[in-house]
T-cell receptor
Framework: AQSVTQLGSHVSVSEGALVLLRCNYS??????LFWYVQYPNQGLQLLLK??????LVKGINGFEAEFKKSETSFHLTKPSAHMSDAAEYFC???????????FGRGTSLIVHP | SQTIHQWPATLVQPVGSPLSLECTVE??????LYWYRQAAGRGLQLLFY??????ISSEVPQNLSASRPQDRQFILSSKKLLLSDSGFYLC??????????FGSGTQLSVL
């Protein structure tokens, strides 16, 4: 079985501050891990993915995430927030034997000027 | 890469009316296809997935059904809409390394 927990339904940061969105997963086999972003009234688009290569994954728009097996975590970070980063962010996991991805409940990122 | 076409973008329907949302995919063949629903302020709920023509799996019992009449066509339907069917509906196609490509979504309001 696989599952994803995103801590915090809302995260608020000031423009220029560090962004940290938390994701913990559960999987009985090595997982594929994903972060997706959703802007208002749009579909989701892939930010980055981990597929058992480098543990530090760089994505679009300056985001990156680090896979930590010992902590079963895949937190999303960005050194300096922009107003345009305000959106909903979803962590997802899929693992061997179940190609169907499981999504977290999402974290809404709010960026203050 | 895959392109997902989903329409209409918005839809307002009365309770008890039928529903048909269509999703078509370009740039791939024999994809896994998904329908998700996103209620206001909530996460993604998987409704249906399909691994091939005529093959539909339902994740939750509800007032909706899905069909896949062609390899790159996925349709979400209802015979009689309920108020609780309101939400943002997303079609997705699964690419390499299991990542998903999403359509732009349909905002359905049932009144």
């Amino acid at each position: 079985a696989q599952s994803v927990t995103q801590l915090g339904s809302h995260v608020s940061v000031s423009e220029g501050a560090l962004v940290l969105l938390r994701c913990n997963y559960s999987s009985s086999v090595p997982p594929y891990l994903f972060w997706y972003v959703q802007y208002p009234n749009q579909g989701l688009q892939l930010l980055l993915k981990y597929t058992s290569a480098a543990t530090l994954v760089k994505g679009i728009n300056g985001f990156e995430a680090e896979f930590k097996k010992s902590e079963t975590s895949f937190h999303l970070t960005k050194p300096s927030a922009h107003m345009s980063d305000a959106a909903e962010y979803f962590c997802a996991v899929s693992s061997g034997g179940s190609y169907i991805p499981t999504f977290g409940r999402g974290t809404s990122l709010i960026v203050h000027p | 890469s895959q392109t997902i076409h989903q329409w209409p973008a918005t839809l307002v329907q009365p309770v008890g009316s039928p529903l048909s949302l269509e999703c078509t995919v370009e740039g791939t063949s024999n994809p896994n296809l998904y329908w998700y629903r996103q209620a206001a302020g909530r996460g993604l709920q998987l409704l249906f997935y399909s691994v091939g023509i005529g093959q539909i799996s339902s994740e939750v019992p509800q007032n909706l059904s899905a069909s896949r009449p062609q390899d790159r066509q996925f349709i979400l339907s209802s015979k009689k809409l309920l108020l609780s069917d309101s939400g943002f509906y997303l079609c997705a196609c699964q690419g390499s390394n299991e990542k998903l490509f999403f359509g732009s979504g349909t905002q359905l309001s049932v009144l």
